[in-house]
């Protein structure tokens, strides 16, 4: 009599479904066979070249333009200017970082690649608006990190006396000179330690790319483990990567605070 094939395990939705009871045992002893070291040697390579292929890139490009969105954002936002579109503008830019830091990012991934499919203009998107995995994680993460990085440097600028204004005022420099010349660099100073929190922190959220099919550290770490059935070795491993490369990163925002702080005078 013929057997019927044994399903070992299924993905669906973006989910591993592992084997459970005795075909879990079984697998999990052959693993434990072939040694913890072979597992780690045999999944580390492939882990790096997924964050050096994709986590990093998208990290990078995505906070590259989520900062110019930022500084455009908060720039907008501290303008005094009283012109109807100005106040248009301030409306919809308040509204954007009122709806970026008010859903989850999760959410705003899943609405971007799953969810602009859907949506169809006449005329402009008739079958409606289809992005690659990529393209759509660049966009998500770019506009939630600016969102987020725009209240920082909002809070950057505003947090400059307001007499380094009046002395830019006083040798014959407009509002857009000073700002430039004088407050920017200051305010990139103050804002260089929450801005490379929000670097780090979009490095640990690339993880979510996984989720739309990007085939980052956290999603060959799936596929890897979906193979050997060694889930925890696995997810502990690329946790480790994570910690490395935060670990690394927090010593350059160190070393950055220390250059940009060079010519401030300590007050005890």
């Known amino acids: 009599m013929q ?64 900062l110019g969105l930022a500084l455009l954002t908060a720039l907008v936002r501290i303008s005094r200017k009283k012109s109807i579109f100005f106040m248009v503008l301030k409306a919809f830019f308040r509204f954007y970082v009122w709806l970026f830091r008010s859903t989850p990012l999760l959410v705003q991934l899943f609405i971007v690649y799953f969810g602009l499919p859907y949506l169809k203009i006449s005329g402009i998107a008739p079958d409606g608006i289809k992005l690659t995995p990529l393209v759509a994680g660049i966009l998500t993460f770019s506009l939630n990190t600016g969102a987020y990085c725009s209240e920082t440097m909002r809070a950057a600028i505003l947090s400059i006396p307001k007499g380094q204004w009046e002395a830019a005022y006083s040798i014959g420099m407009t509002r857009t000179l000073a700002l430039r010349r004088i407050i920017l660099p200051q305010a990139l100073r103050v804002s260089l ?62 070393y950055l605070e220390k250059i940009t702080s060079r010519y401030v005078s300590n007050i005890n």
């Open 3 to 66: 057997k019927e094939p044994v399903l070992l395990f299924t993905r669906s939705a973006g989910s591993l479904h592992f084997p459970t009871g005795s075909l879990r045992k079984k697998f999990s002893q052959k693993g434990c066979e072939a040694g913890m070291w072979k597992i780690v040697t045999d999944a580390l390579p492939q882990l790096i070249v997924a964050g050096l292929q994709y986590t990093i890139p998208i990290a990078i490009i995505s906070f590259i333009f989520g």
């Open 193 to 254: 330690p929450p801005l490379a929190n929000s670097f780090i922190s979009l490095v640990k959220d690339t993880s979510l790319a996984a989720s739309i099919t990007i085939v980052e550290m956290f999603e060959v770490s799936q596929q890897i483990a979906a193979q050997n059935f060694q889930p925890l070795v696995m997810y502990c491993l690329v946790a480790a990567l994570y910690a490395v490369a935060c670990t690394l990163l927090s010593w350059l925002q160190g």
